[in-house]
């Protein structure tokens, strides 16, 4: 079974710039995350869909970064403009449904640092 | 504000011996547990789930849960080089229709051979 699939796996950006991130979640899953790792911390919830809707971004920076999961499989995460604290890995996650005792899956990450 | 705290270490241990890892959450509605074991570079991969007050065990591993305490912790028996990574402690938020993951700041685990 083919895992969560993210590209590109690294980008570096000047501060102010923009970036997207791209994730393909397992095959059937319907709830995907968007997480935020920053070095040294664990990962920070930024975006939860469930299929094509969104259940929670109340952590997410709307000023800045936008998510968005059209036909509910792919999502792309937009960071715009870039800010130097933005530098992290950002894991996108996906499980079989939104319930208890579904694993959640993640994928490889995108490790970005911004200039 | 709901947290889960856990000692960033690192914790070093002998090869063989007993690791044991400990986390405590804020969160008194938290109805699961997970530990995720992360590789540096890697993205984290679940090692184990518990629900229950109690032990659970799963070949070397065993978490441990006292909701009472709020406390949650990971023995990892007969521990080998191969476990050397960072372990992420991780809650799911109460208030359900969603499922969630908070994550501790993680331990690194050093296994000394």
């Known amino acids: 079974e083919a895992g969560v699939a993210q590209s590109p796996r690294y980008k570096i950006i000047e501060k102010r710039q923009s970036v997207a991130f791209w994730c393909n979640p397992i095959s059937g899953h319907a709830t995907l995350y968007w997480y935020q790792q920053i070095l040294g911390q664990g990962p920070k919830l930024l975006i939860q869909?469930?299929?094509?809707?969104?259940?929670?971004d109340s952590q997410l920076p709307k000023d800045r970064f936008s998510a968005e999961r059209l036909k509910g499989v792919d999502s792309t995460l937009k960071i715009q403009p870039a800010k130097l604290e933005d530098s992290a890995v950002y894991l996108c996650?996906?499980?079989?449904?939104?319930?208890?005792?579904?694993?959640?899956?993640f994928g490889e990450g995108s490790w970005l640092t911004v200039v | 504000q709901k947290e889960v705290e856990q000692n960033s270490g690192p914790l070093s241990v002998p090869e063989g011996a007993i690791a044991s890892l400990n986390c405590t959450y804020s969160?008194?509605?938290?109805?699961?547990f997970f530990w995720y074991r992360q590789y540096s570079g890697k993205s984290p991969e679940l090692i184990m789930f518990?629900?229950?007050?109690g032990d659970k065990e799963d070949g070397r591993f065993t978490a441990q849960l006292n909701k009472a305490s709020q406390y949650v912790s990971l023995l990892i028996r007969d521990s080998q080089p191969s476990d050397s990574a960072t372990y992420l402690c991780?809650?799911?938020?109460?208030?359900?229709?969603?499922?969630?993951?908070?994550f501790g700041k993680g331990t690194k685990l050093s296994v000394i051979p």
């Open positions: 996650a996906s499980s079989l449904t939104a319930g208890t005792g579904n694993t959640i899956y």
């Open positions: 518990i629900y229950s007050n």
């Open positions: 869909f469930q299929n094509n809707g969104v259940v929670d």
């Open positions: 969160d008194r509605g938290s109805q699961s």
């Open positions: 991780a809650v799911n938020r109460s208030g359900a229709g969603s499922y969630q993951l908070t």
